[in-house]
């Protein structure tokens, strides 16, 4: 039996610091119902989806940030959201900040989910790789502040969804190999990830011209070194007067973009993606049982920097 997934990238524009819960809210099914128009099963959202991309800002008390956190998921403004994919029989992935109280503390995530055409949630990730800062730095023409606002999440998973084997990632995660082989180690054959991806880098003005090129570059070797799908999708476009990356992209096993957006605007870019595709990457060049030497790898988890060994 073949297993498609027709899958939508739904790229964002801009989401302003005062657009309202509900004002995206209406954004987010319009691509619903623009996807399920053209057969799609899945719609793929931005990180952060739900509001402005708020770590450009340093705000001294975290307790006065705390309306860009979602306590509760669904919740009353985004309850809309499950109610459609179950009517129109779509499920998507959605990234957001979420708050949690765990032994009376406050825990904040940067944290998306994996929703299927039930309305259920079948997995929830929270961000690995939080790049960025902790500190204030003014310095910057605009801050990053991931490491201020969110702490890490514990690992990677996979879900049985949509037919196969789903694992998600969030922007920053996309540049690093071990995130798509801690899936790919679990059999991923589709990996989602949002991003929010400045042109300008404040520490590295020289990557700047490289953004969307590096952009690319990490998402299709992370697709074809793992035998998998993966979908890329932006929070695109001039937010709050910083110009964001597009770029949104579905990308083969083969490592070959297959569908990507061409504006910075709300757009969808379709693919219709056979999770079969998947198999002829994982059996031959890329077949880890046979081909991989984990017993060379041991500095992969034993450090963290890179140190010369004299
Ligand atoms: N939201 C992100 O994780 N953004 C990073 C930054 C630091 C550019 C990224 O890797 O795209």
């Known amino acids: 039996m073949p297993r498609f997934v027709t899958v939508a990238a739904g790229q964002l524009g801009p989401i302003a610091r005062d657009d309202s819960r509900a004002q995206v809210v209406e954004r987010l099914l319009a691509h619903l119902h623009g996807a399920k128009a053209m057969g799609c099963d899945l719609v793929v959202f931005p990180e952060l989806a739900l509001t402005t991309f708020f770590p450009r800002w340093y705000e001294e008390d975290l307790d006065l940030a705390e309306h860009f ?3 509760q998921m669904p919740g ?48 929830k990730y929270r961000k690995v790789h939080l790049p960025g800062h902790a500190e204030n730095e003014p310095w910057r023409r605009f801050q990053h502040l991931e490491k201020y606002y969110f702490e890490p999440g514990p690992s990677f998973d996979v879900y049985d969804a949509f037919g196969g084997v789903m694992g998600m990632a969030l922007c920053n995660d996309r540049r690093w190999s071990e995130t798509y082989r801690m899936m790919g180690l679990q059999g991923a054959e589709m990996i989602m990830l949002g991003y929010n991806t ?17 952009n690319h570059l990490v998402m299709q070797a992370g697709a074809y070194e793992n035998g998998t799908w993966v979908v890329g999708v932006a929070k695109a476009g001039n937010e709050e007067g910083i110009e964001m990356i597009g770029g949104s992209a579905i990308i083969a096993p083969s490592g070959e973009i297959v569908a990507a957006c061409s504006t910075k605007g709300d ?27 984990p017993e060379a790898y041991g500095l992969i988890t034993a450090q963290r920097g890179a140190r010369r060994p004299w």
């Open 69 to 71: 956190y979602e306590t």
């Open 198 to 214: 400045p042109v300008h880098n404040p520490p590295a003005p020289e990557h700047d011209d490289l953004s969307m090129f590096h």
């Open 76 to 123: 009353p403004e985004t309850q809309v959201l499950f109610d459609t994919a179950r009517d129109l029989q779509i499920g998507f992935y959605l990234g957001y900040a979420e708050m949690v109280i765990e032994a009376g503390r406050k825990r904040r995530y940067n944290t998306s989910i994996l929703v299927e055409r039930d309305g259920s949630i079948a997995g």
């Open 267 to 293: 757009e969808l870019a379709v693919a219709r993606c056979d999770l079969d595709l998947c198999h002829s990457y994982k059996s031959t060049t890329f077949n880890f049982e046979r081909h991989r030497r």
